[in-house]
């Protein structure tokens, strides 16, 4: 819950402004906004992903004064020090299923979910069962699994195509922005 409070709400709360954005870009015709609002969208989060990740790397105190089990404080700490590594994958999948959604493409994102439950359950096995790992086998999971998503989104879209991601990236679009 602390995750899904502290980063993966906000997140999609931020992201969602891409629904509004992107959805008017490529409508009207004007497709390089697509990529650039994605990709600026995904800078962002990378940003933001700075102090919640130093928020998590820190967190024992304050779960050691909120929670009356001490172990369950240290074992929820060190859950969000592991889940560190999941922020990036997060954001990047968060701004790619809307630029997806933005060019009527709801079934892609569905697809690469169908596809991350199984896998992530896999590496849940794997990590948590196979190699022994117990709890800490879970948050490494999750980051793996939350950092596949969007390769899998990109992989979807090089294999099937019908997309063109040559709009991100381009580092002029860096500087060009205006509040």
Sequence with gaps: ??????????????ATALDTLCSQSYGSGQKELVGIYCQR?????????VPIAVLWAFAEPTFLSLLPDVDTA????RYLKILIF????????EAGKR????????KVTTYILLLGAPLHAAFLWLFVWKLELGFIGAPISVAIT???LPLLLVAYVQIFGGIKF??????????????
């Design 41 to 49: 969208m995904m800078l962002i989060l990378l940003a933001l992903s």
């Design 74 to 77: 240290i074992l929820c700490s």
């Design 166 to 179: 040559h709009y991100l990236w381009q580092s002029q679009h860096l500087l060009e922005w205006q509040f």
């Design 99 to 106: 630029f997806l959604q933005a060019q009527a493409l709801f």
């Design 146 to 148: 939350r950092n596949l």
């Design 1 to 14: 819950m602390s995750a899904v409070i502290t980063c993966f709400a906000p997140f999609q709360g931020l």
């Design 86 to 93: 999941a922020i990036p994958g997060f954001g990047a999948f």
